[in-house]
């Protein structure tokens, strides 16, 4: 017996909780543009403009404030929601078994789980090697950038979820280069930001920032290379 009734679409057969995921995605930021739409494109720009980001990251509920909650929940939706339709296209789990809505809820605990130990971890860094303000700052550059990144995943995922099923290999790619550049997008404008400080122990703290970033990407890939 499945939880959930199963709905039929042009192309596939998708389980209802699917459309419920994306439908929260797109009143999410259907939302934020009605009632945030100032503060949504001031966050899109200071993602490029590092003077922007820091007027950010200095106020102080700037990942807290409930645009930056939402976007956030948004980005958790949406990667894992890529993963599923990326695990069942590869037939690494069944897609009409009720453990799939499951799977997708440890998917984005882990994701949350991730992004809130790495957020502790930069912190902790910057009070080691004395850069409260930068460690502050790159925490809030990873966030925006993920929120951003989120907002373009919900496109990808309903064409993957609904589309011609020769659009998918395209768009599997699409998100996997999408994830590549908000990854390089971080790391360069962490290397900006502490590189561009004189104090030498801020070399040392890019060090460990990179390796915050690069070992979570390293361990991601093997896991899939292993799965599919």
Do not use: D
């Not at 192309?11 to 209802?16: A, E, I, R, T, V």
């Not at 997008?185 to 915050?212: D, E, H, M, P």
């Amino acid at each position: 017996m499945y939880l959930f009734k199963t709905l039929e679409s042009k192309y596939f057969y998708q389980p209802s909780w699917i459309m419920a995921s994306l439908v929260i995605s797109i009143l999410i930021i259907g939302y934020l543009f009605s009632a945030y739409n100032t503060r949504v494109i001031l966050m899109a720009k200071a993602l490029f403009a590092i003077k922007n980001n820091s007027a950010f990251a200095r106020e102080e509920q700037s990942i807290t404030h409930p645009a930056s909650i939402l976007l956030s929940l948004n980005f958790i939706l949406n990667v894992a929601l890529f993963a599923i339709l990326l695990l069942t296209a590869k037939h690494v789990v069944a897609f009409v078994s009720t453990k799939n809505e499951i799977l997708f809820l440890m998917i984005a605990g882990l994701v949350l789980l991730i992004y809130f130990f790495k957020a502790i971890t930069i912190k902790i860094l910057g009070t080691i090697f004395y850069s409260n303000s930068e460690s502050k700052e790159y925490v809030h550059i990873v966030f925006l950038t993920n929120q951003m990144v989120g907002i373009l995943f919900v496109p990808i995922n309903i064409f993957l979820a609904y589309g011609n099923q020769l659009w998918a290999s395209s768009m599997y790619k699409t998100g996997g280069v999408l994830l590549i550049v908000g990854f390089i997008l971080r790391i360069v404008r962490g290397a900006t930001l502490v590189l561009t400080n004189t104090k030498g122990q801020q070399v040392y703290l890019f060090i460990y920032l990179c390796t915050i970033e690069i070992l979570p990407l390293l361990l991601a890939f093997k896991l899939f290379e292993n799965t599919i």
